[in-house]
């Protein structure tokens, strides 16, 4: 085993290591100088490491005694430090973290379906590794499952793509980009059965729809109501305040939401964007309704909603949804509406019944609160059939109905 002394002399204290090549009797003796003893003791752990032994020109330079090599002995050069690969996940998370404009709540969801729907495929692959027939096979994986394609779309957009673009541009402090080309690039959504329509689209069915509401609960259907004559969202009828109404415009405006954070359903001040903020007009009738639950309001100390749950607060979606607009739904089609209806429906049918009525597209947007019109028209307006009959008029009289009937007798 190597030993260290202590030399002392004019020029100051030094430490200088010594041992017997092999550790024997007969080993040749060696010797080291140090001027630091931190430093003797480091390279006497190395000599004992190596049974007694001179540490490899390797070593010396490995633990910073590069000095110490012979003269004309130059190391190998060090390994290059192996390159660090980035996972899906990783970029996936620090992109999230990099999220300045959304609400919290939003990137929770965001998070939460990359966990449930993208990270247990590509999660644990290296994102630059990642192939566009990988993400064509996660689509269709996900359409096998039963999701929708407005779903897929939903998950696409909101994150995937983005985080594939981010990973396309170059990193904050000039780093190269971590891809060359973004997967999702021309990649179509995949082909699924058909999705029923969930619009009303004629008077008729609007009128069994109401019936079948104002049958189970007339509380209900009177926010099911403005619901379909304004196309508002959930989260904005539901907290729509008594101040929103205007009498006199015969309008309501969006001042306020109610969102779902960390579980819980609470009262934002404000819409989640600036397109959320507007005033949409009501037919009288409907503006009648509103009026009166607006007054019903002022004789109730406390009423911040013009519609209530049973104890007076604002519905929670969970539970008007199982309590009441499942019967409804079910009522509806008993009396013969050919449709199972989704609440969101009542939007797009309004939004439909607008732009097949020649609503112009700007006003079409600012009713919806979208920031772009192909949103509104790609999304939430559908064909109905309410050009059949027209179609048939004019065709008819193109052909000379009555003409082509004699000469065919």
Known sequence: MAQIEKRTAKSGTRWRVKWRTGGGRDGQWNVETFDFQVDAKRFKALVDANGNHRPTPEQLVEHGFAEL????????????????????????????????????????????????????????RPIAEITRREMREWQQDLRDAGLSAKTIANIRGESVVPIFRAACRPGEDGEPAVRTSNPMDGLALPEGPRAERDILESPDEARLFLEAAYQVDPEAADLLLCKLSTGLRWGEVSALPPRAVSVARGAVSIVQVLRKVNRRWVVEPKPKTKQGYREVPLPASVMRMVTDRVAAASREPGRQFVFVAPRGNHWRYEDFYTDRWVKIRDLAREKGLPRRMTMHGLRHSLLTLLATEGVDLAALRTMAGHASVTTTMNVYVHATRRHHEPVRQIVGDFLGVDELAAARR
């Open 69 to 124: 090599l012979p003269a004309g002995v130059a190391a190998a050069p060090a390994p290059e430090p192996a390159e660090q690969v980035v996972t899906f996940r990783a970029y996936a998370e620090e992109w999230l973290g990099q999220l300045v404009k959304p609400h919290p709540e939003t990137v929770r969801k965001y998070r939460e379906r990359l966990e449930k729907h993208v990270f247990p495929r590509v999660g644990d």
